[in-house]
């Protein structure tokens, strides 16, 4: 019941993290369009105001996208992809949803769109192609706390981002 900042695990620990912040890295310096698509709960709202606003901040064109639970449905729709291709998307980072979305990540990758997932949930016996997934809870991830909240992960990748631009990662605290 006593966190301090200097307890916080290395981003890099995750699996896929470098591949995620190299090309969130890219994207911010190249100023591409980038869709963040967050779950409608909570955690996937509070995820995606906080990488809506750290991009923003840099210059990058984005738009976000939180789908309506009764219109939409859960998690990556191929109707929002759709809609994110049609404005130009370059990139779209998922946001405590997606770990399951194999047809959806394959539709992307079809269409020239990246996409990086950030999740929390447990995932399926295949994680969907994209240019990285973080998720502490996929078997193959080494990073030492799985039990981080979507919106954690999406701090991490934020993190990894700022160090990868040689930023410090202390200005995720900001």
């Not at 869709?35 to 909570?42: K, P, Q, S």
């Not at 191929?78 to 049609?86: D, H, I, S, T, V």
Request: glycine share 6%; aromatic share 8%.
């Amino acid at each position: 019941f006593r966190p301090a900042l200097d307890q916080l695990h290395d981003p890099f620990l995750m699996a896929d993290m470098e591949a995620a912040a190299r090309r969130l890295a890219r994207a911010i310096e190249d100023r591409e369009q980038v869709l963040v698509y967050g779950d409608y709960d909570v955690d996937g709202t509070t995820a995606t105001a906080l990488v809506t606003s750290f991009l923003k901040e840099r210059g990058v064109p984005v738009r976000y996208f939180v789908p309506d639970r009764f219109r939409h449905g859960y998690g990556l729709t191929q109707k929002a992809l759709e809609e994110a291709l049609e404005a130009g998307t370059r990139l779209l980072i998922a946001l405590d949803c997606g770990i399951t979305a194999a047809e959806e990540a394959a539709y992307a990758r079809a269409r020239g769109v990246d996409l990086i997932i950030c999740d929390h949930h447990t995932a399926g016996a295949t994680l969907p192609e994209a240019v990285a997934v973080l998720d502490p809870k996929r078997p193959d991830c080494p990073y030492p706390f799985p039990e981080l909240s979507g919106c954690a992960v999406a701090f991490k990748l934020v993190q990894a981002t700022l160090q990868v631009l040689g930023e410090s990662p202390e200005a995720a605290y900001r």
